[in-house]
T-cell receptor
Framework: GENVEQHPSTLSVQEGDSAVIKCTYSDSASNYFPWYKQELGKRPQLIIDIRSNVGEKKDQRIAVTLNKTAKHFSLHITETQPEDSAVYFCAAPRAGTALIFGKGTTLSVSS | DVKVTQSSRYLVKRTGEKVFLECVQDMDHENMFWYRQDPGLGLRLIYFSYDVKMKEKGDIPEGYSVSREKKERFSLILESASTNQTSMYLC????????????FGEGSWLTVV
């Protein structure tokens, strides 16, 4: 089936730096793009999502951008903090099925 | 607050055993899902259900089956467990499966020896 590609697989930044994670999708009918954060030993939890009728959405230090023409969307975290260290997953719905997830990005923020 | 509860957090089973992983949600969601999580492979969809007694295959259904007899409960069944099914299993639910937030349970760590 069609996949969601996510890059990079690991990302290390210094506290206060910005982090960017990128995803591409192939189903042109996809209209909903969530991002999940999974802390060690915990369940994935939604941190932000965007729908196809907008190009950008912000929530404090987190933003998501969407380029439907190029079929890619990105997560931007500014002023990173140690508590941002986690695995981040992007996802997109595939026609006739459920949300399909990327392989995840392990973000490490060092102080 | 949405609650998705997986009855077993940690299980150790023997090769060839039949394994049941149970999941219950309390938000009257129509849709329920089973994902498998492995390092470097992300979250892979095993099966999902959009209604009672309905089921659809995901990307990796081989070796698994599911049961949904009641709206709030979705069970994952390993008919004959194998060592390559050692993994973290995550149940989830949502109001819709294409454009709605899905909520995950805490996960079930299964080790097959």
């Amino acid at each position: 089936g069609e996949n969601v590609e996510q890059h990079p697989s690991t990302l290390s930044v210094q506290e206060g730096d910005s982090a960017v994670i990128k995803c591409t999708y192939s189903d042109s009918a996809s209209n909903y793009f969530p991002w999940y954060k999974q802390e060690l030993g915990k369940r994935p939890q939604l941190i932000i999502d965007i729908r196809s009728n907008v190009g950008e959405k912000k929530d404090q230090r987190i933003a998501v951008t969407l380029n439907k023409t190029a079929k890619h969307f990105s997560l931007h975290i500014t002023e990173t903090q140690p508590e941002d260290s986690a695995v981040y997953f992007c996802a997109a719905p595939r026609a006739g099925t459920a949300l399909i997830f990327g392989k995840g990005t392990t973000l490490s923020v060092s102080s | 607050d949405v609650k998705v509860t997986q009855s077993s957090r940690y299980l150790v089973k023997r090769t060839g055993e039949k394994v049941f992983l149970e999941c219950v949600q309390d938000m009257d969601h129509e849709n329920m899902f089973w994902y498998r999580q492995d390092p470097g492979l992300g979250l892979r969809l095993i099966y999902f259900s959009y209604d009672v007694k309905m089921k659809e295959k995901g990307d990796i259904p081989e070796g698994y089956s599911v049961s949904r007899e009641k709206k709030e409960r979705f069970s994952l069944i390993l008919e004959s467990a194998s060592t390559n099914q050692t993994s973290m299993y995550l149940c989830a639910s949502s109001l819709g499966y294409r454009g709605n937030t899905i909520y995950f349970g805490e996960g079930s760590w299964l080790t097959v020896v």
